[in-house]
C-alpha cells in the first residue's frame, strides 16, 4: 500500500512539506484556498482541492489517506477542518498539527520547552491552544513553530526590497525555524510516530532580529540600517506586529533531536540566510 498524505493547507509550510514528501515517494494531497493554487501545485505533481471552511470535502478525497496533517490556524468559530471533517480523520493511522510557540506565552527571555505549561497571552494563541488539545485528543502529533523564514520569506528578501528595519528592543530575541527543516521534521515525525507526542520545532539560535537583518545585509554587501528604538518604531507597528514583540522567550529543541534523530539543516540563521542567498543566485 502506498502511503498517502493529506495536508489541510497547502500555504507556505504545507507546500514545502508536500514536496519533501513527494520527492520521498509519498502520494501527495491537500487543499488550498484559491483555484489558481489548485493549478499552481498540479504542475508538480502535487493533487489540490478547494477547501472554504464552510462544507467537508467529499470522502472519496481523503479515503486511502494514511496519514494527515493541518497546517491552518483556527478561525473566529473554531477549527474548520475538525468542524467539518473530524470522522475521516479518525481513519487515518497518523494525525500532525502544525501550532504555534505562542501558546507559552511570554517568559521574558527566559527558555521553553516542550514540559513548560501553556500559558497563552494573545487571543490567537489562546485559539491555538484550544485547537491543539482538540486535535491531541484524536491522538495528533503536535509541531509547535516559531518564527518561520526560507526563501521569499527572509531578511535577505527584506534587505533587497528595502523594508529591513533594526528595531532595538533591549533582551528582545526570537525563535525562528527554517521552512526545510519543519518539512524534515514532520517526515522524522512520521517515520517515528508516537501519539499525542509534542515537539518544539526552532533552530539552534534565538537571536534579536537586529542581529539577522545585520547578517543579511552583509551577505549581500549592503549598509547595514541604524538601530531604531522600540519606543519610536511602537507606534508604527500593526497590531499584529506589536503583539510578536510583547513576548519574549528562547525555544529548546532538544527532543527533536534526541526522539526523531533530527539534524537540523540550519542550525542557525547564519546558514540558512546564506542558503537563501544561494538560492537566489541561481541563474
Not at 473566529?76 to 473530524?86: E, F, K, Y
Request: some cysteine.
Amino acid at each position: 500500500m502506498t502511503n498517502r498524505l493529506f495536508i489541510f493547507g497547502l500555504g507556505y509550510s504545507g507546500v514545502e512539506i508536500a514536496r519533501q514528501a513527494k520527492a520521498a515517494g509519498w502520494s501527495v494531497a491537500g487543499t488550498v484556498r484559491s483555484a489558481a493554487k489548485v493549478k499552481q501545485l498540479a504542475a508538480e505533481g502535487i493533487e489540490a482541492h478547494l477547501l472554504d471552511g464552510a462544507e467537508p470535502l467529499p470522502s472519496g478525497l481523503i479515503g486511502g489517506t494514511t496519514h494527515v496533517l493541518c497546517t491552518i490556524a483556527p478561525g473566529r468559530t473554531g477549527d474548520p477542518v475538525l468542524a467539518t471533517c473530524t470522522a475521516l480523520l479518525r481513519e487515518a493511522c497518523w494525525l500532525g498539527y502544525l501550532s504555534t510557540t505562542g501558546v507559552y506565552g511570554d517568559h521574558a527571555g527566559g527558555w521553553v520547552d516542550e514540559t513548560t505549561p501553556p500559558n497563552p497571552g494573545q487571543p490567537r494563541s489562546v485559539d491555538r491552544l484550544e485547537a491543539e488539545r482538540a486535535w491531541q485528543a484524536l491522538g495528533s502529533t503536535l509541531f509547535r513553530l516559531p518564527g518561520i523564514y526560507g526563501p521569499g520569506r527572509s531578511a535577505i528578501d527584506q534587505v533587497k526590497a528595502g523594508t529591513a528595519r533594526r528595531i532595538d528592543k533591549p533582551g528582545q530575541v526570537f525563535s525562528r525555524i527554517h521552512v526545510e527543516d519543519i518539512a524534515a521534521t514532520v517526515l522524522a515525525a512520521i517515520e517515528r510516530p508516537s501519539a499525542g507526542a509534542i515537539y518544539n520545532v526552532a533552530d539552534d539560535l534565538p537571536a534579536p532580529t537586529p542581529d539577522v537583518i545585520a547578517h543579511a545585509c552583509r551577505l549581500l554587501a549592503r549598509p547595514v540600517p541604524p538601530l531604531v528604538p522600540w519606543a519610536e518604531v511602537a507606534p508604527t507597528l500593526s497590531a499584529m506586529a506589536r503583539s510578536f514583540y510583547a513576548e519574549n522567550r528562547r525555544v529548546r529543541n532538544d527532543r527533536i533531536k534526541h526522539e526523531l534523530g533530527v539534524r537540523l539543516r540550519y542550525p542557525t540563521y547564519r546558514e540558512g540566510l546564506q542558503a537563501i542567498l544561494a538560492v537566489s543566485r541561481r541563474p
